[in-house]
């Protein structure tokens, strides 16, 4: 009689342990955050439920912060986007000396988290009205760039023009960052084949480089515009609050002294999660569409 074997009975393993900080931290400063600006949008001062948060936010001040922020985000995308593509196609393609490719690369990754007060405070000293650069620019060629500028009107640091420029710093070498690896993906075999058949450069790149980079580059301006959406710390130290963008309005509404609001910050915050929620869901999209090709 042939001897049948037990199977082994499996050790219980701890592994999972490792993903628990994780989801505490989720739980704790996302899940939870979520849970009491939902509540806390349908209640008004008093705890009873109400839309009228909801409502006011067709009201004047926060129409105009949402309109603000979007157009701040819009250009900032925009710009960054196209010119940190370019510098990305140029460090990667253009065949420059690995030690600038390092040194480009590092640039952007330090000044893509290079935010907040100390980038306000490092344009004030460069651009300010009595910054490094006006000083001289004023000096040497007699041009007082808080007094006549190109754009028929004199310049502030302190007023839209002045943020799209502070935001455009850390916006393309984000771009910089997310892109070159879909660059890097593109195959030398797919312009041997397209020069093969006789097509120029740019023809390799309108018919061939560009439709697949195409989802990389949309995405990757989706991330911007999300990027320039949440920033606070720098708009706030740069204007004060003088501008109305959605998290200086939350910000005012939350922690105000006087005419403030809780119930409606909370209102204001979830059109932004709805929004940064959008802009994560296009991304993830375009992402999936792009790795087609280039895992293909």
Do not use: C
């Amino acid at each position: 009689m042939s001897q049948t074997s037990t199977p082994a009975r499996r050790r219980p393993t701890f592994s999972w342990l490792g993903v628990v900080p994780f989801l505490l931290f989720t739980i704790a400063f996302l899940i939870l955050p979520i849970f009491f600006l939902v509540v806390g949008s349908f209640q008004d001062s008093q705890g009873n439920p109400t839309l009228q948060n909801y409502l006011d936010l067709t009201t004047e001040q926060p129409a105009t912060a949402y309109k603000n922020s979007i157009q701040l985000s819009l250009i900032t995308a925009v710009i960054g986007g196209i010119f940190g593509f370019l510098i990305a196609v140029a460090v990667i393609l253009g065949r420059l000396p690995r030690a600038i490719r390092s040194a480009v690369m590092t640039f952007s990754g330090v000044a893509s988290n290079f935010a907040g007060v100390p980038l306000a405070l490092a344009f004030v000293f460069t651009v300010g009205q009595l910054g490094l650069v006006t000083k001289l620019l004023a000096d040497v060629f007699g041009y007082h760039l808080w007094r006549d500028d190109f754009f028929g009107g004199s310049f502030s640091l302190y007023s839209m023009l002045g943020l799209v420029l502070v935001y455009l710093y850390f916006q393309f070498p984000l771009m910089v960052l997310i892109v070159a690896p879909a660059i890097d993906g593109l195959r030398k075999e797919w312009r041997e084949a397209a020069e093969n058949m006789g097509a120029s450069s740019f023809q390799y790149w309108r018919h061939v480089a560009l439709p697949i980079l195409l989802p990389s580059l949309l995405g990757s301006m989706i991330l911007l515009f999300g990027n320039a959406f949440g920033a606070q710390a720098t708009a706030y130290q740069l204007t004060s609050g003088t501008i109305n963008i959605v998290p200086l309005v939350i910000s005012a509404q939350i922690r105000g002294d006087v005419l403030h609001n809780p119930n409606l910050g909370y209102a204001l915050a979830m059109g932004m999660v709805l929004i940064m929620a959008v802009v994560i869901l296009i991304y993830g999209l375009l992402q999936r569409r792009s790795e087609r090709w280039l895992r293909a």
